[in-house]
């Protein structure tokens, strides 16, 4: 058993902390939400009134944020988390954040002794809760066979993806060949149900063939075609299309890092962000269907 302090308990992270609880590991939480931190109480973790005191005597450190700008916030800094974790400290920092940021937390953490790595996750909040999650993970590859008993406790595939930040831009290149084969499954959706063809059946013809790919497979953005998805529950719950928007520009920053051309992750950007110009952030991000249908229920 570990001393664990889990910071972030959001859609994704709190499951990702239950996890550990159920592996038998101590975990101390920590989060603005009081209601996650009450579920991981009741769960039979331990909520923290900070990052700092969730973090006091903790082994391994996991951080599960939003942006860069919290991963920054919370790690550096005259009082950052970093200035009170001992030598030695195994850091698993597991947010979405840009390359650059993560490359900057890395050094500090070196600076002091702390094992850091960036490990990125894919597999949404269904992946968080059933443990099967993918983690593409940058950093020093020993201290990735020291944290892989964790993480193989929250997740099912392990890739170490480099050096430094590797983990980060393993990341914002899935997340944006998902975005654009979402958009281009929702647009070949909508195109052949407005020439007669019905949603379920059109699906399961391009799944077998080639136009077959994850979103038919698993995450179809029509709704009522399959259970258990977004789409089929008013696009509530999954992947928030701002959380999707933000990753977009990430990919786009790190494109704009080396003259890479990205266009077609250029306008999955500009449609992601039409949606939340619509009020459409908060909903899951396969609700881009909505751009393609003049019946907005769809």
């Known amino acids: 058993m570990s001393r664990i302090a889990f910071i972030g308990l959001g859609n994704m992270g709190l499951p990702m902390a239950l996890n550990l609880l159920k592996a038998g590991h101590q975990v ?19 909520a ?14 996991v951080s599960m944020l939003p942006a860069s700008s919290h991963v920054e916030g919370l790690y550096l800094g005259s009082d950052g988390l970093l200035q009170h974790l001992a030598a030695g400290t195994l850091v698993l920092e597991c947010s979405t954040i840009a390359p650059d940021s993560a490359r900057k937390v890395h ?15 894919s597999g949404g909040t269904a992946g ?14 020993k201290h990735l066979e020291r944290a892989k008993p964790f993480l193989q406790q929250m997740g099912k595939n392990i890739f170490h993806a480099g050096p430094d930040g590797a983990g980060q831009v393993a990341k914002v290149c899935n997340n944006q060949l998902l975005a654009v084969h979402m958009l281009g499954t929702a647009e070949a959706l909508a195109l052949g149900v407005a020439n007669g063809l019905d949603a379920s ?15 038919l497979e698993k995450y179809n953005p029509w709704p009522g075609v399959m259970e258990g998805v977004p789409a089929s529950r008013g696009y509530s719950g999954g992947f928030m299309a701002q959380l999707m928007s933000k990753d977009l520009g990430l990919a786009q920053q790190a494109a704009q890092s080396v ?23 908060q909903l899951d991000f396969s609700v881009v269907q909505q751009l393609f249908t003049a019946d907005k229920s769809a």
């Open 28 to 46: 101390t939480g920590f989060d603005l939400v009081a209601a996650s931190l009450e579920q991981l109480a009741a769960a039979g973790g331990v």
């Open 48 to 61: 923290a009134t900070s990052a700092q005191q969730a973090a006091q005597g903790a082994e391994v450190v």
């Open 107 to 121: 050094a500090a953490a070196s600076e002091r002794g702390i094992e850091l790595l960036d490990a990125p996750v």
């Open 128 to 141: 968080a809760a059933a443990g099967t999650l993918t983690f593409m993970v940058g950093g020093d590859a």
């Open 201 to 215: 059946v059109l699906s399961e013809i391009m799944r077998q063939s080639s136009g077959g790919n994850w979103s």
């Open 259 to 281: 003259n890479a051309s990205t266009p077609m992750g250029s306008l999955a950007l500009a449609l992601y962000r039409q949606l939340l110009l619509q009020g459409k952030g």
